[in-house]
């Protein structure tokens, strides 16, 4: 079965460039989230996205942005980066916003290292 | 948010049952209570997912009871291959975001 694509899956960049995270969700998923997982930590929510408009906003740096295009892909936009920046990227996504269901279907992640 | 709380760490052998008892004291009507499973360097996974009495499928049982105020994970039979870092999760699954607290970090031995 399809899974979530993320790309790159290893990012190395220098202290105050930008990055540019993608994710494919699985074919018909329509949400896609965001979530960062820094070294030793637990996943935390960044951002989603329900029908190409943003659902929910968490706890999301205003260096960073994120959209979901007419094709349901998504792309998490990283500037002036910092050293604690370095963390697990995941995307995850779902069937429809607002269900009885807490199923999101994680990708592999992006690992970002920031030097 | 219901705040939850699950052992730091639990330490099984193979072929035993495990069972991760998570305590969410102040749940809501609305939350349901949901359970991942995370291995390292992977993004997690979907376990099970329950609002009362008892949830099964083909990898694990989800006991909640009446009260709701905590939830017990059962684990049959485990292998080596279960060893990860199991997440309970508390909340409106409406709201679609995932909180994730501090997870049970279960080791399998042989």
């Known amino acids: 079965a399809a899974g979530v694509i993320q790309s790159p899956r290893h990012l190395i960049k220098e202290k105050r460039e930008t990055a540019t995270l993608k994710c494919y969700p699985i074919p018909r998923h329509d949400t896609v989230y965001w979530y960062q997982q820094g070294p030793g930590q637990d996943p935390q929510f960044l951002i989603s996205?329900?029908?190409?408009?943003?659902?929910d906003k968490g706890s999301i740096p205003d260096r960073f942005s994120a959209q979901q295009f007419s094709d349901y892909h998504s792309e998490l936009n990283m500037s002036s980066l910092e050293l604690g920046d370095s963390a697990l990227y995941f995307c995850?996504?779902?069937?429809?916003?607002?269900?009885?269901?807490?199923?999101?279907?994680f990708g592999p992640g992006t690992r970002l290292t920031v030097t | 948010l219901a705040k939850t709380t699950q052992p730091i760490s639990m330490d099984s052998y193979e072929g035993q049952e495990v069972n991760i008892t998570c305590s969410h004291n102040?749940?809501?009507?609305?939350?349901?209570i949901t359970w991942y499973q995370q291995f390292p360097s992977q993004g997690p996974r979907f376990i099970i997912q329950?609002?009362?009495t008892k949830v099964t499928n083909e990898v694990a049982s989800l006991f909640i009871p009446a009260d709701r105020k905590s939830s017990t994970l059962s684990l049959p039979r485990v292998s080596l291959s279960d060893t990860a870092v199991y997440y309970c999760?508390?909340?409106?699954?409406?709201?679609?975001?995932?909180?994730f607290g501090r997870g049970t970090q279960l080791t399998v031995w042989p």
């Open positions: 995850a996504s779902s069937l429809g916003s607002g269900k009885d269901s807490y199923e999101q279907y």
């Open positions: 102040n749940i809501a009507t609305n939350d349901y």
């Open positions: 329950g609002y009362k």
């Open positions: 996205f329900y029908e190409k408009m943003q659902s």
């Open positions: 999760l508390v909340g409106d699954p409406t709201l679609g975001r995932l909180y």
